[in-house]
């Protein structure tokens, strides 16, 4: 089993370069199957979420080239299988995508039921929700979700809560429905922005996607494209975060500034200085930061993405912050492993009450999430003395060489595999 472990101290210097967004490529890999001709996409991040999707894209019978790291080209004409099993959807819920793009495409589709995972029991009925009003019927039979239509049928739907993923996937099956769809209380995160604009560049036709209303003028096929996938906000933002904890000087490249403007806003908020770019954002923090309230919101609210990155933050900094989690119900565990580090922390029903300590002191912790594995990778950067993470698979499914850019901003943290290798790095770093 793999683990990051990690010498604190350093404060985090220098440039590092953001990859593209996970949660936009997801989307967008799916939807690429959606036309018979090739799809160029570029700025892909290569994270094992990805890699996993584009497995479940081959294994339907899609053509998939890798043309580099970070470019793939994917065929759909070939598809013959409309089924997505179990073993996908359990080591990615985001396969989901492909039940809205083979609806759309083939107006039928199978995908395994998602269940739960760490952050919470994530229903999907908005999804269902949605299909069904397109006119799909859609049953849940043996652990699976069958849905099946003679013909798609635009439709004005309102979500009764805001969802990346249900307005992703009935926006994808909408695209090739007949007649216009209106969806109401959409999310507007950059991610659903993106997914718009290139299904937009393959000749569907779909507006508003950044409001609060999307309306799709259904089109009757899809083309080819070449498309560049928008930089990830979430990986930017955690290294924004790595900084401050650090009391570093970071600029992060690569990034749509505007996009970071609620984790932008609560560093000044606190104490930082952060300096914005056309593309790029500078974060420094001199001295220990103070304290605050947070409460998760879809976008453009604080992310629920960036809350355990925040909560390390907090868990440093002078007086007591309050957290309130409203997007997931189980989002808080990364505390529990941060209190073995010495961080201060109470947690009832969806919010935590964070006691800032002057410091951590390292720890073996475990990752109990993608986003809260970085944070803790985090604390073990600000922290005095060597802190081991463990389940760091959970990182690498969001995070491309998360170790190398951290490395490459003087912090010092390696991949190990034994106790052998956590010898040799002890030894290194003393
Ligand atoms: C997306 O998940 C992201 N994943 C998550 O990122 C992110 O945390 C989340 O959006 C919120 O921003 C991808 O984009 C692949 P939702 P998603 O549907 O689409 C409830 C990461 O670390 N809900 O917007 O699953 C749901 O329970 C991951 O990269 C319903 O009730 O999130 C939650 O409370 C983790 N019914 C809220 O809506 C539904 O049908 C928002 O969930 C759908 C959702």
Same mark, same amino acid.
């Given at each position: 089993m793999e683990q990051y472990i990690i010498k604190g101290g350093n404060p985090l210097v220098g440039e590092v370069e953001i990859a593209g967004a996970k949660n936009a490529a997801l989307g967008i890999l799916a939807a690429a199957i959606m036309t018979d001709e090739t799809v160029t996409i570029d700025n892909l991040p290569d994270v094992n979420d990805i890699n996993v999707l584009l497995e479940a894209i081959e294994g339907i019978g899609a053509s998939v080239q890798k043309?580099?790291?970070h470019t793939v080209r994917i065929n =759909?004409? #070939?598809?013959?299988?409309l089924s997505i099993d179990y073993d996908y959807i359990k080591k990615i819920r985001a396969s989901y995508y492909l039940l809205g793009a083979l609806l759309g495409k083939y107006k039928k589709a199978e995908v395994a039921l998602p269940g739960g995972c760490n952050i919470g029991s994530r229903p999907i009925d908005q999804h269902l929700k949605g299909f069904r009003a397109l006119g799909a019927d859609v049953e849940i039979e043996h652990g699976s979700i069958m849905a099946e239509a003679e013909h798609l049928r635009g439709n004005h739907l309102y979500f009764d809560v805001v969802s990346v993923g249900a307005t992703i996937n009935v926006m994808m099956a909408a695209a090739l429905a007949e007649g216009t769809t209106i969806l109401e209380n959409v999310a507007k995160e950059p991610h659903v922005v993106d997914v718009a604009n290139f299904l937009n560049s393959m000749g569907a036709n779909i507006k508003?996607? =950044? #409001?609060d209303v999307i309306r799709i003028k259904g089109v009757s096929r899809l083309h080819k494209s070449s498309y560049s996938i928008i930089p990830d906000q979430i990986e930017a933002g955690t290294f924004m975060f790595a900084a401050a904890a650090t009391h570093g000087d970071v600029t992060v490249m690569n990034v749509i500034p505007k996009h970071l403007e609620a984790t932008t806003a609560k560093l000044v908020e606190i104490g930082c200085e952060v300096e914005e770019f056309d593309d790029a954002v500078r974060v420094i923090a001199k001295k220990r930061l103070g304290h605050t309230q947070i409460k998760t919101l879809p976008y453009p609210g604080f992310p629920t993405d960036m809350q355990p990155q925040m909560g390390v933050l907090l868990s440093l900094s002078r007086g007591t912050s309050t957290i309130t989690e409203s997007i997931f119900e189980n989002r808080f565990k990364y505390l529990d492993e941060l209190k073995r580090m010495g961080a201060l922390s109470k947690v009832e029903g969806n919010s935590a009450t964070i006691e800032g300590v002057e410091g951590f002191s390292g720890a073996r912790v475990s990752a109990p999430d993608l986003r809260a594995g970085a944070a803790l990778c985090i604390a073990g950067l600000a922290a005095e003395g060597i802190t081991i993470v463990d389940d760091i698979v959970y990182i690498q499914r969001g995070y491309e060489r998360f170790e190398e850019k951290l490395r490459s901003l003087g912090g010092l943290i390696e991949r190990v595999e034994s106790e052998k290798d956590i010898q040799k790095f002890t030894l290194k770093v003393s």
């Open positions: 043309l580099d790291r =759909g004409s #070939t598809i013959q299988n508003g996607a =950044g #409001t």
